[in-house]
């Protein structure tokens, strides 16, 4: 048996076809394009948002999978099966997933998926799904959850080499908007000789760290690798700029004490509870603290270099 439908000609069952498809006494369906622009983000502690681009005409909705696994850190997603469907053949552009996390979920990945799919006029069930070519590919998303450091990165505005110097950026990524509390005019960069740390803060004076950071500071790094010529604590000051709700970036902008301080090896960044940093409430549910758990989930190693 053949239905005529619209968009062409298909014989028999409701399989997915494409451009590709071929079966003797079948007439291969128009593919339908994959859907573009599909992204997601955490709301608070409670939601995950979900969006994407309007498609072509030729489909009718979009069908959204989800892993059926639990969050998991390092990202999952490579290995996903989507065997969840939150929706089938919506009309909407948006979807709001009530995926939960737990403190010790923050940082953790849950993988999702979009289709574009076709469902004749008069039925209930999907004809017709996007699929996989050499030309296009369905999207996948993979939203970290909760309210964390995604990122962050060094970036060479000076003499380059490593060398940390007037004009070298700092940017901190987070997963989701943040309340952007005002960074202190005072905070700048400084490198203890003696702990090895680097830290975000205001220091003790014009030429020493203060150990442990104090009040308004906005983390520090460990692990970092590199030297310091003379053997002293290194004292910069920085502006701070929120770029947007979800990047925050520092700027050297003088050196007040210490000699060279050169980087070889980035560490690890170790976010702070001390400013305040904290999600906006846009699930209604609840604003959540910025996550400052010991665990690599929450403390990214910077990427870049100066």
Same mark, same amino acid.
């Given at each position: 048996?053949?239905?005529?439908?619209?968009?062409?000609?298909? +014989?028999?069952?409701?399989?997915?076809?494409?451009?590709?498809?071929?079966? $003797? !006494?079948?007439?291969?369906?128009?593919?339908?394009?994959?859907?573009?622009?599909?992204?997601?983000?955490?709301?608070?502690?409670?939601?995950?948002?979900?969006?994407?681009?309007?498609?072509?005409?030729?489909?009718?909705?979009?069908?959204?999978?989800?892993?059926?696994?639990?969050?998991?850190?390092?990202?999952?997603?490579?290995?996903?099966?989507?065997?969840?469907?939150?929706?089938?053949?919506?009309?909407?552009?948006?979807?709001?997933?009530?995926?939960?996390?737990?403190?010790?979920?923050?940082?953790?990945?849950?993988?999702?998926? %979009?289709?574009?799919?076709?469902?004749?006029?008069?039925?209930?069930?999907?004809?017709?799904?996007?699929?996989?070519?050499?030309?296009?590919?369905?999207?996948?998303?993979?939203?970290?959850?909760?309210?964390?450091?995604?990122?962050?990165?060094?970036?060479?505005?000076?003499?380059?080499?490593?060398?940390?110097?007037?004009?070298?950026?700092?940017?901190?990524?987070?997963?989701?908007?943040?309340?952007?509390?005002?960074?202190?005019?005072?905070?700048?960069?400084?490198?203890?000789?003696?702990?090895?740390?680097?830290?975000?803060?205001? $220091?003790?004076?014009?030429?020493?760290?203060?150990?442990? %950071?104090? %009040?308004?500071?906005?983390?520090?790094?460990?692990?970092?690798? +590199?030297?310091?010529?003379?053997?002293?604590?290194?004292?910069?000051?920085?502006?701070?700029?929120?770029?947007?709700?979800?990047?925050?970036?520092?700027?050297?902008? !003088?050196?007040?004490?210490?000699?060279? %301080?050169?980087?070889?090896?980035?560490?690890?960044?170790?976010?702070?509870?001390?400013?305040?940093?904290?999600?906006?409430?846009?699930?209604?549910?609840?604003?959540?603290?910025?996550?400052?758990?010991?665990?690599?989930?929450?403390?990214?190693?910077?990427?870049?270099?100066?």
């Amino acid at each position: 048996m053949v239905l005529t439908l619209a968009t062409g000609l298909i +014989g028999g069952t409701a399989a997915a076809f494409n451009s590709a498809t071929t079966n $003797p !006494g079948f007439v291969a369906a128009p593919a339908l394009k994959v859907v573009t622009g599909f992204s997601g983000t955490a709301q608070d502690n409670t939601n995950v948002k979900l969006t994407w681009n309007a498609g072509t005409a030729e489909g009718t909705g979009y069908t959204i999978l989800k892993d059926a696994g639990a969050p998991a850190y390092p990202d999952p997603c490579g290995a996903a099966t989507y065997g969840s469907t939150l929706v089938t053949n919506t009309a909407a552009l948006t979807l709001t997933d009530a995926q939960t996390a737990t403190a010790a979920q923050q940082g953790m990945y849950v993988c999702y998926k %979009a289709l574009r799919v076709y469902v004749p006029p008069g039925s209930a069930a999907v004809l017709w799904t996007s699929q996989n070519s050499g030309s296009q590919t369905n999207p996948t998303f993979d939203v970290q959850l909760g309210m964390v450091v995604k990122s962050v990165t060094f970036t060479n505005g000076g003499t380059g080499g490593g060398k940390v110097d007037v004009g070298d950026l700092v940017d901190i990524y987070f997963s989701q908007a943040t309340n952007q509390p005002a960074v202190g005019a005072t905070i700048g960069i400084c490198g203890s000789s003696t702990t090895g740390i680097v830290y975000l803060e205001k $220091p003790m004076n014009a030429t020493t760290c203060q150990t442990p %950071a104090g %009040a308004g500071n906005v983390g520090s790094f460990t692990g970092m690798t +590199g030297s310091l010529v003379p053997v002293a604590d290194v004292v910069y000051t920085a502006s701070w700029t929120w770029v947007s709700a979800t990047h925050l970036q520092a700027k050297v902008t !003088g050196q007040t004490g210490g000699g060279v %301080a050169t980087v070889t090896g980035n560490g690890t960044y170790v976010p702070t509870a001390s400013l305040g940093i904290k999600s906006t409430n846009a699930s209604g549910g609840g604003a959540v603290n910025l996550c400052v758990a010991v665990a690599a989930r929450c403390q990214p190693a910077p990427t870049g270099s100066f």
